[in-house]
């Protein structure tokens, strides 16, 4: 696919859902109030029950804030180096909760219309504020495209948007090539080599603002940013791929979007790891780890 057919299914796909078109590949919409208030509810719930784990006398906790320095000072096991929240066994119920309001914005927004599968279920990330940790090599804060990592391949959409907290001292920049694209600039990459592309890349105004999505082309160079003092957000990027874009490959993650658009409602999730087996461990097994699980039918 060239930038040309690209370019154009975007701004296809764009309009079907009604988003603004910041640039060739990037574009934005509004979140209905409802919508944004479901997902703040079972992102809390979310987090709160892995906490709970962990820490089952905690106070339950209805305040935001509140639940997230719990998760700094407490650090579930099932949450990633990266944020990533990892449902387990025993908080299957929050996820499907949590996946169910995310499904409903999706179809609200139209969104769930171009899908034709997603790289994974959508999962809730808690992106830690700033630390003195140095960068590892495929960290996020390097400018990067999603097209670089396998699961996503370079036909991949991503759609982000932030949840709450310091959104607005810790979000993610997104850059425009500047003209000429190179199809070879979204073979496979460290994100720390994403420098010696942004040169031909200009950054976009800012984009992330709570009540917005942003969905992009995976030939869209992005970065999280962490400004002084920046503290977590709670967000969601998830990639899917559009519908009429072939794969030549299969990948046992991906998900068909038949598969999970009636969890909540006529299926449910359920999660074989228990909290008692640590991430670690299922690195090991060299799966994502989503998924060991299975989709029981109501
Ligand atoms: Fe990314």
């Avoid at 040169?199 to 984009?207: G, I, Q």
Wanted: aromatic residues 12%; charged residues 30%.
């Amino acid at each position: 696919m060239n930038y040309k057919q690209r370019k154009s299914k975007f701004s296809y796909f764009t309009k079907i859902i009604g988003a603004k078109k910041t640039s060739d590949l990037v574009a934005t919409g509004k979140m209905s109030n409802d919508s944004l208030e479901k997902i703040q509810l079972a992102s809390k719930l979310l987090l709160m029950s892995s906490l709970k784990e962990h820490k089952p006398n905690l106070k339950n906790q209805t305040n935001f804030n509140k639940i997230i320095g719990d998760v700094l000072e407490h650090r579930p096991s099932n949450i990633t180096h990266n944020g990533l929240v990892v449902p387990k066994k025993e908080n299957s119920l929050e996820y499907n909760l949590f996946l169910k309001f995310i499904l409903d914005f999706l179809k609200e927004s139209k969104i769930l219309g171009i899908v034709d599968r997603f790289i994974s279920p959508p999962q809730l990330r808690i992106k830690f504020g700033k630390t003195k940790k140095r960068k590892n090599f495929n960290a996020s804060e390097h400018p990067h495209s999603d097209a670089w990592t396998k699961y996503n391949t370079d036909k991949s959409y991503t759609l982000y948007f932030p949840i709450f907290g310091d959104y607005k001292n810790n979000y993610v920049r997104f850059f425009k090539p500047k003209k000429n694209f190179e199809n070879n600039w979204l073979s496979p990459k460290k994100f720390v080599d994403g420098k010696k592309i942004l040169k031909d890349y200009v950054p976009l105004p800012n984009l992330y603002l709570m009540g917005k999505y942003v969905i992009t082309d995976c030939a869209t160079l992005h970065e999280s940013v962490l400004d002084h003092g920046a503290k977590p957000r709670i967000s969601i990027d998830t990639a899917f791929i559009p519908k009429g874009n072939i794969l030549r490959k299969k990948y046992e993650s991906h998900i068909k979007k038949e598969t999970i658009s009636n969890i909540g409602r006529k299926s449910f999730f359920v999660f074989k790891n228990s909290f008692k087996v640590s991430l670690k461990n299922i690195k090991k097994r060299n799966k994502q780890s989503l998924q060991d699980r299975y989709i029981y039918q109501l």
